[in-house]
């Protein structure tokens, strides 16, 4: 499986991005691709997932109602739409890939085996 995410950049508060996750390589059905971020000095924390099979979707708290995931099963494409930025959402951006296996608490880091690079965003103040 391979990911390679794309779409950060320098934005001030209150502003918007859009990520993009391109996915290849797999082929079972079942499965999930999540967005995690990493802070310098702070552990990788999930944001958000998208179930494959019926688009189910997990927010982290901190991100409920700011930022929207996608997906577009004809590209193998998952976006994350972020919206009212704040400087506090500055980190690398990654998106990873898990089979699933269990729906509870999916956004955990551990659950997904395969990981692309990662993208920065960095929100001014």
């Known amino acids: 499986v391979q990911l390679q995410a794309s779409g950060g950049g320098l934005v001030q508060a209150g502003g918007s991005l859009r990520l993009s996750c391109a996915a290849s390589?797999?082929?079972?059905?079942?499965?999930?691709i999540g967005w995690f971020r990493q802070a310098p000095g702070k552990e990788r924390e999930g944001v958000s997932c998208?179930?494959?099979?019926?688009?189910?979707?997990y927010y982290a708290d901190s991100v409920k109602a700011r930022f929207t995931i996608s997906r577009d099963n004809a590209k193998n494409m998952v976006y994350l739409q972020m919206n009212s930025l704040k400087p506090e959402d500055t980190a690398v951006y990654y998106c990873?890939?898990?089979?699933?296996?269990?729906?509870?608490?999916?956004?955990?880091?551990?659950?997904?085996?395969?990981w692309g690079q990662g993208t920065q965003v960095t929100v001014s103040s």
């Open positions: 390589g797999f082929t079972f059905e079942n499965y999930a």
């Open positions: 998208i179930r494959n099979s019926d688009g189910s979707t």
């Open positions: 990873a890939f898990q089979y699933v296996t269990s729906w509870f608490s999916p956004i955990r880091p551990q659950l997904y085996a395969y």
